[in-house]
């Protein structure tokens, strides 16, 4: 049996993932968040776009960058993204105030290149009936773990 | 602002074009957006850490930009960027920093039926210029828009 030890544990430090960490076609999925009135008042608000003419409908931009908070929620430690690159995105259905969003994705494919990798991921925004709001792909350019 | 009727596909001018207004993006900026989208990444949120890397200082979210090139257009055609947008394809060519001023130039490039009888696709060119002129982001947005009847 293990006796309690006297030395303090190693000190938490954030652990990432890199670019040869990235597995292509392995599904994550994000915690849910309810979008509410005020995240679009706070989202209008800070970029200036016009109100919408049915006030309960979720501004199409700020789905996606709700996604890209939750991206960083899944059981992978995070990813050290050098750069957003590209991507290309569909809207499907609208947004109302009072849904609840997550985000299902994985990687579609990866490229090594000399000063990191190009991740594409494909990401879906689903509601809580499970209907997918907006998909797309993202191209990420993603840090290499440096050499030992 | 909102009060006119929304545009019909018949209203649009292919080859119309769009110029905004000047943003500063500030520091309250990217710090509002990292609390409101959860998007904390050092690249925006950790200036020491900046200070090392090949952009030397903390760089605006892409998707922030994004939405303030949104806000933009909307101050001049806010018609335009009220209709629904069905697919969105967009580049990010190059860092956009703390005090950069941004506008947007945006141009309807085509204008044609879709398969949904009684609706039309117009493709709005976007590009996102900094103070020395550079284009920092760019994209072409599709929007799905009704047919006038008769």
Known sequence: MASASAASPPPRTERSSYFEDVEVGVPLETPAMTVTAAHVSLFSGLTGGAPAADPDVVPDLLALCLSSGLGWRVPRPPLVVLAFMAFDWKFHLPLRIGDTIRSRSHTAAKRSMKDGGVVFEERAIVNHRDEIVQSGRLTLLVAKRKPA | ?150
Not at chain 2, 111 to 131: C, F, S, Y
Request: avoid cysteine; charge should be negative.
């Open chain 2, 1 to 150: 602002m909102s009060a006119q009727a929304p545009l019909s596909f018949e209203d649009i001018k292919v080859g119309e074009e769009f110029v905004s207004p000047g943003r500063t993006v500030t520091e309250m900026d990217v710090v509002l957006f990292a609390g409101l989208s959860g998007d904390y990444n050092v690249l925006h949120t950790d200036a020491e850490h900046m200070k090392s890397s090949q952009f030397g200082e903390r760089i605006a979210h892409g998707l922030l930009v994004l939405s303030l090139q949104q806000g933009l257009v909307s101050r001049i055609a806010p018609e335009l960027v009220e209709l629904p947008m069905a697919e969105l394809g967009w580049k990010f060519r190059g860092p956009v920093k703390i005090g950069d001023t941004v506008h947007v130039v945006a141009r309807v490039s085509d204008k044609r039926p879709a398969d949904r009888p009684g609706w039309g696709l117009v493709t709005v060119e976007r590009r996102v210029i900094n103070q020395r002129g550079e284009v920092v982001q760019e994209g072409e947005s599709e929007h799905m828009v009704e047919r006038r009847l008769g």
